[in-house]
């Protein structure tokens, strides 16, 4: 499967909804409503979305980017995690092209 922010906010999705009980009839709920703002997550919940997607995708997310505005949205918290893991597969093509050359 690939990787992009689709797929990530598809999974993202589904941890959110199923870890805070958020129901399949909420009108209101969708990968571009404000987490925060909306009450759908709180300071706990911030913590469980952070050691999700730290788990699942392998990345350290970084402790102020869950504040930027854009972030706060199911789709932002999932291009930021793209985004995350391009940069991590453009130092390894880096690391593996140095040790080529090297």
Known sequence: ??????NIAQELGLFV????????TDAN??????LWDNAYVD??????IIAFLEDRF??????DALF??????ING??????????????ACKDRNHRDVIG
């Open 43 to 48: 300071s706990v919940g911030i913590a469980e």
């Open 1 to 6: 499967m690939i990787v992009d922010s689709h």
């Open 17 to 24: 909804r199923e870890c805070f009980q958020i129901s399949e």
């Open 58 to 63: 392998q990345v350290e997310v970084p402790e």
């Open 77 to 90: 918290l999932a291009r930021l995690i793209a985004e995350l893991l391009a940069v991590r597969q453009e």
């Open 29 to 34: 709920f969708n990968y571009d409503v404000h």
């Open 68 to 73: 930027e505005e854009e972030r706060a949205t």
